[in-house]
């Protein structure tokens, strides 16, 4: 078994953002170098068999781009 770890990707920043920790998104920078990021993954041949994530949203957004990208 082949373990990837990817961390999320660049969140808006915490001084900037009224909601709460968990509700706190990607930024557009952070959207793009996440896609960046997931089209490297993919012509590696990266196939996961399953993506693990946190409930926070930017945590959840980064493994959505990649999923639909590999």
């Known amino acids: 078994m082949n373990c990837l770890l990817l961390r999320h990707g660049i969140a808006v920043y915490p001084k900037e953002w009224n909601g709460t920790e968990r509700e706190r998104p990607l930024t557009q920078e952070g959207l793009a170098k996440t896609k960046q990021v ?33």
């Open 38 to 70: 997931a089209a490297g993954l993919k012509q590696r041949g990266m196939k996961p068999t399953y993506i693990l994530c946190s409930p926070f949203i930017c945590t959840q957004q980064t493994p959505e781009i990649t999923k639909d990208a590999l």
